[in-house]
């Protein structure tokens, strides 16, 4: 046959198969959730999420050895705290179950990044992400409690504050408050796109932080809307974020792909616990071989246009790369 061109030549073999590819994967990239439970000690697994750990604060220390040991270098907290009242008052504890963490890993792994999630829902006893005023998250009433809770976190000597609560004008507020509190350099991931998703299922059995009553749809984006997303990302940059944040990323990749075009900011997406979830049943049950599925829905997030992905598949993916699996 005549011709001319012939792209199976750059597929020929392993190594120009390398040469060619267009997306690559670093392990600098990835971020692991890590869970912490005031009420515990030792190590406990999470039913909801097979192979992930809640960790006491006396061995919170074990889930950074592991990361580290399989080249991952940063973490998003999530804490249990002991207690939970209407106004979320333990997530701004000075002795809090995240501001213990952070100074834990921080006292022994002062170069290991820890980012903190700023919400609310696992801190409140109606589980939603706010200051309740009557059966709605009152906005801006729910602005002043994130700016403490990011204010402690940033004291205990967090590297980055991560707000997913979803309320308009927090980067704002969280800025200006870290910045008033002497925090300049304490940078602010914001969740910027993060839909009323299914796909937390999972998380909320892990975290206790399933709303009471209702739903999150009165603050989280609809899953229908794609300009949404960019008008989400464009407030926060121009309140003065540091990453953007898709969430989930599997069934948003078209949004992530339209936001690492239109800004400049570094774009992060969380492959969140539904995800993960969904890939450990299938392969439980014999239907799908685990590791691929891992890898090639990791690399989709990367192609879509994500600079940096939060993953509870963060150390084997880790792994895959140093095995030349993928990257
Ligand atoms: C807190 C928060 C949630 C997740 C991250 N931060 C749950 C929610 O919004 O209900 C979900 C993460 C995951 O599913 O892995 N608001």
Same mark, same amino acid.
């Given at each position: ?192 796109? %993060? ?21 999150? %749809? ?110």
């Amino acid at each position: 046959m005549d011709l001319t061109n012939r792209p199976r030549r750059l597929r020929r073999t392993d190594c120009i198969r390398r040469l060619n590819r267009e997306t690559r994967m670093s392990v600098d990239s990835l971020i692991y959730p890590i869970f912490v439970d005031e009420t515990l000690s030792g190590v406990r697994p999470i039913e909801s999420l097979p192979g992930q750990n809640h960790y006491g604060l006396d061995s919170v220390y074990q889930a950074v050895e592991d990361c580290l040991s399989a080249g991952v270098k940063h973490c998003i907290l999530f804490g249990l705290p002991a207690r939970k009242d209407a106004c979320g008052s333990s997530a701004w504890e000075e002795r809090g179950v995240i501001q213990e963490a952070v100074r834990a890993i921080k006292a022994e792994f002062p170069d290991f990044t820890v980012i903190t999630d700023v919400c609310m829902c696992e801190y409140t006893d109606h589980g939603h992400c706010g200051i309740l005023h009557g059966h709605e998250v009152d906005n801006d009433a729910t602005l002043a409690y994130l700016a403490k809770i990011a204010v402690s976190h940033a004291r205990a000597g967090a590297d980055m504050v991560a707000p997913s609560d979803m309320m308009d004008g927090h980067v704002a507020v969280l800025r200006k408050a870290l910045d008033e509190n002497g925090f300049q350099d304490t940078a602010i991931m914001a969740y910027s796109a %993060k839909y009323a998703s299914a796909f937390y299922g999972p998380f909320r059995a892990a975290a206790g932080s399933a709303p009471s009553f209702g739903d999150r %749809k009165g603050y989280q984006m609809d899953p229908h809307n794609r300009k949404e997303a960019l008008r989400e990302c464009a407030l926060d940059a121009a309140e003065g974020a540091d990453i953007l944040m898709v969430k989930p990323a599997l069934s948003y990749l078209d949004v992530i792909r339209e936001c690492a075009d239109a800004f400049d900011l570094p774009l992060c997406a969380y492959s969140v616990s539904g995800e993960y979830a969904m890939i450990k049943a299938a392969a439980a049950a014999g239907l799908v071989d685990e590791r691929r599925i891992m890898c090639e829905t990791a690399l989709s997030v990367f192609r879509a246009g994500a600079n940096m992905l939060i993953t509870y598949y963060a150390q084997e993916i880790a792994n895959a790369i140093r095995m030349g699996e993928i990257g």
